[in-house]
Antibody
Framework: EVQLVESGGGLVQPGGSLRLSCAASGFTFTSYWMHWVRQAPGKGLVWVSHIHIDGSSTNYADSVKGRFTISRDNAKNTVYLQMNSLRAEDTAVYYC?????????WGQGTLVTVSS | DIVMTQSPDSLAVSLGERATINCKSSQSVLYSSTNKNSLVWYQQKPGRPPKLLIYWASTRESGVPDRFSGSGSGTDFTLTINSLQAEDVAVYYCQQYSTVPYTFGQGTKLEI
């Protein structure tokens, strides 16, 4: 059974940092790109970033470029999202997703709240 | 960036009737090497992650009821739900995965 379990969310002050993790199981992790997608409370879905199967290629939404870094540890079947210089507008549920170009399987999400 | 625009923003349909949701992209999402459209449809219910319904614009995901269908090409796409059921109440999103950033439509809220 495919499982994606996000963790690391929480309350952080503006300007702070947080690292999200997404632990994958039930599939061959090294065969798939991975995505992060976020959803602000009551709002729509926004693609954030994705990473190649070996980590050699990454892309970001303009809104997070230079502040967020996606990475993966294939030995641990885990993808990460390092978030720095956080802003109030980064408040959202962050989902990781397995990629077939599109996200074909989603985690349950982890809530990040940026507030003083 | 490719802008995805869905219409309508919300839709009320009677049980057993048909619902039609449209999605328009600001440029073609046709992937020339495969002649496939890089367009996906998701369903999201409150408090839940999105669920994949349709990919490559018209290919139904395994396990998705056949009352859900996708059509269209280039820049204009449609999600059709026939014989609407109560469990179809949700927000529906289209997304293009042709060009980074992979942009979503704003969502269409479907109600009974």
């Amino acid at each position: 059974e495919v499982q994606l379990v996000e963790s690391g969310g929480g309350l952080v002050q503006p300007g702070g940092s947080l690292r999200l993790s997404c632990a994958a199981s039930g599939f061959t992790f090294t065969s798939y790109w991975m995505h992060w997608v976020r959803q602000a409370p009551g709002k729509g879905l926004v693609w954030v970033s994705h990473i190649h199967i070996d980590g050699s290629s990454t892309n970001y939404a303009d809104s997070v470029k230079g502040r967020f870094t996606i990475s993966r540890d294939n030995a641990k079947n885990t993808v990460y999202l390092q978030m720095n210089s956080l802003r109030a507008e980064d408040t959202a549920v962050y989902y990781c997703g397995r990629s077939n170009g599109y996200v074909d399987f989603w985690g349950q999400g982890t809530l990040v709240t940026v507030s003083s | 960036d490719i802008v995805m625009t869905q219409s309508p923003d919300s839709l009320a349909v009677s049980l057993g009737e048909r619902a039609t949701i449209n999605c328009k992209s600001s440029q073609s999402v046709l992937y020339s090497s495969t002649n496939k459209n890089s367009l996906v449809w998701y369903q999201q219910k409150p408090g839940r992650p999105p669920k994949l319904l349709i990919y490559w614009a018209s290919t139904r995901e395994s396990g998705v009821p056949d009352r859900f269908s996708g059509s269209g090409s280039g820049t204009d796409f449609t999600l059709t739900i026939n014989s609407l059921q109560a469990e179809d109440v949700a927000v529906y999103y289209c997304q293009q995965y042709s060009t980074v950033p992979y942009t979503f439509g704003q969502g269409t809220k479907l109600e009974i």
